[in-house]
């Protein structure tokens, strides 16, 4: 890992979208805000997202493309991006990990890790 990929903290906060969501079609909605901060001292740039989503069942299903949510940005030093963005699973309970490849100002590209996070029905596990 780079300095520069040590010094990119991501945070992740999840939502289950009860009203969008049918249990009896097994389809479950959920939301997440990815916080990407950027604690290095140079600005670097979002190029591409790797997305691997694992349901409760053990199935995976990869996403990848450039950008975040139509966007490629630049985030300043000390600086933080923010984004929302969803997905479906068949189960009430799964996973999502990941990596944005980015690169740096000087063109350096490096691989920051998303980890691994949980979408349940809240009340779910207890």
């Given amino acids: 890992m780079t300095s520069v990929a ?4 991501i945070k992740v906060e999840t939502n289950y979208l009860e009203e969008q969501s049918s249990a009896e079609d097994e389809k479950y909605l959920f939301s997440y805000t990815i916080t990407i ?3 290095s001292e140079i600005p670097i740039t979002l190029k591409d997202r790797h ?8 199935d995976t299903s990869e996403v990848k493309g450039p950008g975040v949510v139509g966007e490629t940005p630049t985030i300043a030093p ?3 991006y923010q984004y929302s963005s969803g997905t479906v699973m068949e189960t009430p309970v ?9 690169v740096t100002e000087q063109g350096e590209p490096f691989k920051a890790n998303i ?4 979408l349940a029905i809240p009340g779910i596990l207890q």
């Fill in 115 to 118: 980890p691994t996070f949980r």
């Fill in 37 to 39: 901060i950027n604690l």
């Fill in 94 to 102: 799964g996973f999502m990990e990941g990596s944005y490849g980015m």
């Fill in 51 to 58: 997305w691997i989503i694992t349901n409760a069942n053990g």
């Fill in 6 to 9: 040590a010094n990119v903290k």
């Fill in 78 to 80: 000390d600086t933080a």
